[in-house]
């Protein structure tokens, strides 16, 4: 199926690719990370028997040491480029192929959007428009637990807390996957709303600037006034994979929409792209950004 709908039952700043290969659809409650840790245990001890340090492994499947640890560790969703390449590297056993089949979700990640997750994780390119929040991999904690105490049904402290852990494990793509071209284009009235506090926000918006540093990462500003806004229809997601595959995905309000249909994806796509002509460049996006911090 090229997209379809599925059914969450959390708000989140993201959502999952369901209908893709491997998708799982159902709650989002957090789930055990045993098997995550199990199936990082079993990478690392096949990596050992075949004589490889961390390093020599990482050159191997092409990620980086830090992300190899991360899943040796159980913290990390492997995504299927790493599986195949760590197969091939340590023998072809099929031992990974079918012990990725039985992983749950890291705690914090709904169900539904394990795979996107996981495409996510691998994507050399990530685009990102939003205009409902911050997206996820760009915010600070005191941001996302001001969204998490807004949440319905209301959620308690130790699901913020895993909410949180897993935003931070997320956002460490931005500066371990160096060679990933992260864009986002964020609606200016997103900050202008003052979520959390005007302590909230000015913190947020220096951390936007800051991640905005990053050589791979590229950052836009929607003026609030704005007479030509390709972006209407909502949040736009498009990532594309190291196979050079490209996939979307769209989410409203308890549900998510993941899209591989090829001519849909290059709508999004071209959407995105007259966005980026109608915002700020990036220079008149941090100066506007950074005016917006002098006066809270």
Excluded at 227 to 252: C, D, K, M
């Amino acid at each position: 199926m090229a997209y379809e709908t599925v059914s969450t039952d959390e708000a989140t700043d993201e959502g999952v690719a369901g209908g893709l290969p491997g998708a799982v659809r159902g709650g989002g409650e957090p789930e055990s990370s045993d098997s995550l840790r199990t199936f990082g245990a079993v990478v690392q001890a096949l990596r050992e028997h075949a004589g490889l340090s961390r390093e020599e492994f990482a050159e191997l499947v092409r990620f980086s040491k830090h992300t190899v640890a991360s899943i040796e560790l159980g913290r990390r969703m492997p995504d299927a480029a790493f599986v195949d390449r760590a197969e091939e590297a340590l023998g072809n056993t099929g031992a990974l192929r079918k012990a990725v089949r039985h992983l749950a979700r890291q705690p914090g990640l709904a169900a539904w959007f394990r795979q996107w997750a996981r495409l996510e994780g691998a994507a050399i390119t990530l685009y990102t428009y939003e205009c409902r929040m911050i997206p996820g991999l760009l915010q600070t904690e005191a941001y996302a637990r001001a969204l998490s105490a807004e949440q319905l049904p209301p959620l308690d402290d130790e699901q913020i807390a895993e909410r949180w852990a897993a935003r931070v494990e997320r956002q460490r793509l931005l500066k371990e996957r160096a060679n990933t071209a992260f864009g986002f284009i964020l609606e200016e009235h997103l900050l202008l709303r003052r979520t959390g506090g005007v302590e909230v926000t000015r913190e947020l918006i220096g951390h936007v600037l800051e991640i905005a540093k990053l050589r791979n990462v590229e950052i836009q500003v929607m003026p609030l006034v704005q007479e030509s806004h390709s972006g209407l229809q909502g949040p736009i997601r498009v990532l594309e994979t190291p196979e050079n595959r490209w996939f979307a995905y769209n989410e409203g309000q308890e549900s998510g929409q993941s899209i591989s249909d090829a001519k849909v994806v290059s709508v999004l796509q071209r959407r995105y792209a007259r966005m980026r002509a109608q915002a700020l460049g990036f220079e008149n996006s941090v100066s506007l950004l950074e005016r917006m911090r002098g006066a809270l």
